[in-house]
């Protein structure tokens, strides 16, 4: 990220794990295509960093914190799609 104060990519991960665990309604209307799914994790990943952050994030940390999110959301569609 962009200076020292930033929460690192594995911080960010575990909060991002955070906001799927606490949204997985979301997460399934995600895999689904449904409109707004994706807007509204994009939304809590960066409102949730922030919070962590205690600062709002600059633009290149909230495109790190969407990528990280996208890579997660991913992650848990392939793991349901072979059952785990």
Do not use: Y
Request: charged share 30%.
């Amino acid at each position: 990220m962009v200076d020292e104060s930033s929460p690192s990519n594995d911080e960010i991960d575990l909060i991002l794990v955070d906001v799927v665990n606490d949204n997985r309604d979301k997460v399934i209307a995600w895999i689904k295509g449904e409109p707004g799914s994706w807007g509204f994790f994009a939304g809590q990943a960066v409102v949730t960093v922030r919070g962590h952050a205690g600062r709002d994030l600059a633009d290149t940390e909230r495109r790190l914190v969407w990528s990280r999110m996208w890579w997660l959301l991913e992650e848990v569609k392939a793991r349901i799609g072979r059952g785990l």
